[in-house]
T-cell receptor, first 114, second 112 residues
Framework: DQQVKQNSPSLSVQEGRISILNCDYT??????FLWYKKYPAEGPTFLIS?????DKNEDGRFTVFLNKSAKHLSLHIVPSQPGDSAVYFC?????????????FGQGTRLTINP | KAGVTQTPRYLIKTRGQQVTLSCSPI?????VSWYQQTPGQGLQFLFE???????NKGNFPGRFSGRQFSNSRSEMNVSTLELGDSALYLC???????????FGPGTRLTVL
């Protein structure tokens, strides 16, 4: 049972345009959500996060939107740059006291075309 | 500030052997978590340590174990290796009170 789903295994976007990566979750106990970017043979790099008490968080070119009623979050990258080409993972953290456990989606490979 | 470091970066073992992987968290971070990444299963949580105690555990067999030292460094051990244990093993650290985890580069384990 996959609690965090990224239904698009890949996405191709033209440089300068907006990239939108989507993520759905099923567990209503998740209260904190994160996006990571990963290059081959490297560990995931933290990009941006959002708490369940918010519906939007912005950091430079990256914005994460959370729709709790739909159990859906999305990452917007604008404008997209060639260096953004990587695999993007969304992750969710359950509502636990003092324990760290991230549940990851399967990832979306983003390719930015010049 | 130095990031999370993991050693070794690459490892080749044969079935039945055991392996120990090491992780040094970011200075000041006391929580260390371990994840396994495989093409089929994606990133899966193994376990988490805080103040030398295992606080949370994923759904992995008892062959997978870990520990944390007083300086927050952590080791992960896999005994009786199987072919399916071939994966990228990632370590992540976080500071107390934060849900954001920062990952190391990983150890690529190949079991032959």
């Amino acid at each position: 049972d996959q609690q965090v789903k990224q239904n698009s295994p890949s996405l191709s976007v033209q440089e300068g345009r907006i990239s939108i990566l989507n993520c759905d979750y099923t567990n209503s106990m998740f209260d904190y959500f994160l996006w990571y970017k990963k290059y081959p043979a490297e560990g995931p790099t933290f990009l941006i996060s959002i708490s369940s008490i918010k519906d939007k968080n912005e950091d430079g070119r990256f914005t994460v939107f959370l729709n709790k009623s739909a159990k859906h979050l999305s990452l917007h990258i604008v404008p997209s740059q060639p260096g953004d080409s990587a695999v993007y993972f969304c992750a969710a953290s359950p509502l636990t006291q003092g324990a760290q456990k991230l549940v990851f989606g399967q990832g979306t490979r983003l390719t930015i075309n010049p | 500030k130095a990031g999370v470091t993991q050693t070794p970066r690459y490892l080749i073992k044969t079935r039945g052997q055991q392996v120990t992987l090491s992780c040094s968290p970011i200075s000041g971070h006391r929580s260390v978590s371990w994840y396994q990444q495989t093409p089929g299963q994606g990133l899966q949580f193994l376990f988490e340590y805080f103040s030398e105690t295992q606080r949370n555990k994923g759904n992995f067999p008892g062959r997978f174990s870990g520990r944390q030292f007083s300086n927050s460094r952590s080791e992960m051990n896999v005994s009786t290796l199987e072919l399916g244990d071939s994966a990228l093993y990632l370590c992540a650290s976080s500071r107390q009170g934060s849900d954001t985890q920062y990952f190391g580069p990983g150890t690529r384990l190949t079991v032959l």
